[in-house]
């Protein structure tokens, strides 16, 4: 398989992904990408009426913009959903 050529803006093709590919990449269903796209968790280009993300953005933005919390039983405040059960 060939790499593509990139353009001038130092982008190629392979950047841009669709609902599925990016979905795939994610870990997550395509109703949870488009969920999270229309609440605008996620960066996104339309191009006509297909929907393309630009995998270096999405990338950049979710490590920008949001943290990975992890709750451990011992030590640690649990999460809020969690403090109505153990009150």
């Not at 870990?27 to 609440?39: A, I, S």
């Not at 630009?54 to 992890?70: E, G």
């Amino acid at each position: 398989m060939k790499p593509q050529p990139k353009s001038d803006s130092g982008r190629s093709d392979d950047d841009l992904l669709t609902q599925e590919e990016a979905a795939a990449k994610l870990k997550v269903t395509v109703r949870t990408l488009v969920r999270l796209q229309n609440e605008g968790v996620v960066p996104f280009v339309l191009l006509g009426k297909s929907v393309r993300f630009y995998w270096p953005a999405v990338i950049s933005h979710l490590t920008t913009n949001f943290t990975v919390c992890r709750w451990q039983r011992h030590g640690q405040i649990p999460p809020m959903r969690m403090w109505r059960r153990i009150s």
